[in-house]
């Protein structure tokens, strides 16, 4: 069964910083491309950062230079460093992976940047 469960969300002052986590198994967790979500209250859900077994990265321009993605294959654990937070990041965040021909999220985890 696969799981992926994030933590870390929380509130933070505009400028500050923050780590997601994403804690998978049931998956071969360092083949595997891991990926961060967001969703914003009322908009679309947008990817914003990927990072492959290979630990090659990709990131949403909105985001590039402040965030980062890596991970830890002994944990079987990708994180997400967020620097200079801004209120337009405040959404519920998302691990993702897919496995066997089928996709898999956690269960988010609200960021809110907010003075």
């Known amino acids: 069964q696969v799981r992926l469960v994030e933590s870390g969300g929380g509130l933070v002052q505009p400028g500050g910083s923050l780590r997601l986590s994403c804690a998978a198994s049931?998956?071969?967790?360092?083949?595997?491309?891991m990926a961060w979500y967001r969703q914003a209250p009322g908009k679309q859900r947008e990817l914003v950062a990927t990072?492959?077994?290979?630990?090659?990265?990709n990131y949403a321009d909105s985001v590039k230079g402040r965030f980062t993605i890596s991970r830890d294959n002994a944990k079987n654990t990708v994180y997400l460093q967020m620097n200079n937070l801004k209120p337009e990041d405040t959404a519920v965040y998302y691990c993702?992976?897919?496995?066997?021909?089928?996709?898999?999220w956690g269960q988010g985890t609200q960021l809110t940047v907010s003075s």
């Open positions: 993702f992976t897919t496995w066997g021909g089928y996709n898999y």
């Open positions: 990072i492959a077994g290979n630990s090659t990265t």
């Open positions: 049931g998956i071969i967790f360092s083949i595997k491309t």
